[in-house]
Every structure is written in C-alpha cells, then in structure tokens.
C-alpha cells in the first residue's frame, strides 16, 4: 500500500477518534489483511498526533487473554502506543473519567509496568523484563473502537492503534516486581456487584512473558522499550462495557484498591 494511502487511512481513524463517529472496518472496506499495514497505518496515526503536540508514554500490549481473543474472534496480541493526553491520574485510589471521552468504550484490569534499563534485544525474555523493570501497579485500561460495533479483524485493531482508549493507574511498587506476577489475582465490581475476575497468568502466561512478546515485536520495526516507558501488559480480565454513571472497584493482590468513576 502507498503511503498515500496509508496516510489516508490514519487521517480516517483519526478523524474517527475526534469526532466519535465509527467507521467501518479498514479489513473490509479497504481489503487489509497485513499485519504490516496494519502497523504501518498505526505508526502514521502516531506521527500525527506527534505533530500536533502529543507524548507517547508506553506501550500496550491487546489480546493477551484467551478470552479476549475468544471474545473478539482473533488469535494472537497486537500493541498500541500510549498517549498522554488520555492518561487519567488517580489519586487516593479514584479517579474520574469522562465517558464521553471515548467511542464504545470498555474497561478491562492489568498489571502495568514501569521500564527503569533498556531492552534492545534481541531474544528478550521474561528474566529480561523483570530485571529492567523498576515497578508494577495495577492497570487500568479503557479500550475502545473506531470501528462500527467492535466489527474487527487483527488489523482492524492494529491499525486502530490497538483498540486504545486510554488509562489509569494505581500507586507504582517498586517490590511487586519480585513476586510472582502470573499468580496475583484481580476483581472487578461494577456498580457494588462482582462482575469479573482473573489472575496473572492470563496475560500470555506471565505479564512479563507478554511484555517480553511486546519488546521483540517493537524491535522488528526498529524500536526497544526505553527507561521511563509504561507498559499495560494486556488485561486479566474480561471487557466490561462503560457507560456515563458506571464505578469500577479494581482490586489486585496486595495492592490498593482503585476506583474509576465515569461521568
């Protein structure tokens, strides 16, 4: 594809993104079926809001879970960039959100990671990461479409930059890294009703095997994960819908409990 028209399709999303208004998915409507595009189509969206004045501040890493993948009929992870200006601070364990921020937005429970050393490569593994990583925190994720009614393909939520809508954090830990990641277990109530669960090891077995995943994928376009970089590991837990009213209750071992609030 020229790269016109890669152009062409990130103006699309993004026009999408600030206007709330979906489109089709690109899979259909432009026959993408490369994972490559798909990425190629993403980075451009980047550079765009680049220009305009945005950060990237990490990474996420999507479908990590069977379950999501199950849940959106696609069977392997995918990563977006992470951008300042839908980072939502929490403080004293709340946070609130506004729903109107995001396009079919859904929130699911990660375990975040702070990268204190480099990771060039190549081979990383799990060790890797947890000897590069400076802390963890409970994640928090608002995942969201700019594709009509979540109809998407592998590179429908690739080049939608991940399905990203934005995200929230507990309190950095810089022990939690020394404990065993794919055991910690984390709840959600939604609306004071228990309404999802899972541990660790759903994220590709270990959070920090699925960062590891993440730091080999970034390195086959020439990019490795950097002091400073926040990484959302992929969620251990099914997508909640959210809409204008909802409170979500994360809870995660040995961790504060935090409260997102949408209005």
């Known amino acids: ?33 490369s994972v490559e595009t798909a990425y190629a189509i993403q980075a451009q969206w980047t550079a765009m809001r680049l220009a305009r004045g945005e950060k990237v501040i990490g990474r996420k890493i999507g479908l990590t879970s069977q379950a999501i993948q199950q849940q959106l009929g696609v069977n392997e992870p995918d990563y977006g960039t992470l951008w300042q200006s839908s980072y939502y601070l929490a403080s004293n364990g709340r ?7 995001f396009l079919q937005p859904r929130i699911e429970g990660e375990v975040a990671f702070l990268i204190g050393k480099s990771l060039p490569g190549p081979n990383v593994t799990a060790r890797d990461v947890l000897a590069a990583t400076e802390a963890c925190a409970l994640g928090v994720e608002i995942v969201a479409s ?28 810089r022990r939690l890294p ?11 109530e939604h609306n004071g009703v228990p309404a999802a669960e899972g541990v660790g090891a759903a994220a590709l077995g270990h959070p920090a095997a699925a960062t590891a995943w993440l730091a080999n994928k970034l390195l086959e376009f020439g990019v490795s994960l950097e002091p400073g970089d926040i990484v959302i590991s992929g969620g251990i837990t ?25 209005r």
């Not at 594709?147 to 309190?171: C, E, H, M, Q």
């Not at 020394?178 to 959600?188: F, G, P, R, V």
């Open 1 to 33: 594809m020229s790269s016109a028209n890669i152009e062409a399709l990130a103006e699309r999303l993004d026009t999408a993104w600030r206007t709330y208004t979906p489109i089709p998915p690109l899979s259909e409507s432009e026959g993408i079926s």
């Open 95 to 101: 946070v609130e959100i506004p729903a109107s921020d």
């Open 146 to 173: 700019r594709i009509a009614d979540w109809r998407i393909k592998l590179v429908d939520t690739i080049a939608d930059n991940a399905s990203y809508g934005g995200f929230t954090l507990g309190p950095w830990d």
């Open 178 to 188: 020394e404990s065993d990641l794919s055991a910690l277990a984390m709840t959600i």
């Open 238 to 262: 099914r997508m909640l819908p959210v809409r204008a009213g909802d409170q979500f209750l994360f809870s995660l071992t040995r961790q504060p409990s935090l409260m997102a609030s949408f």
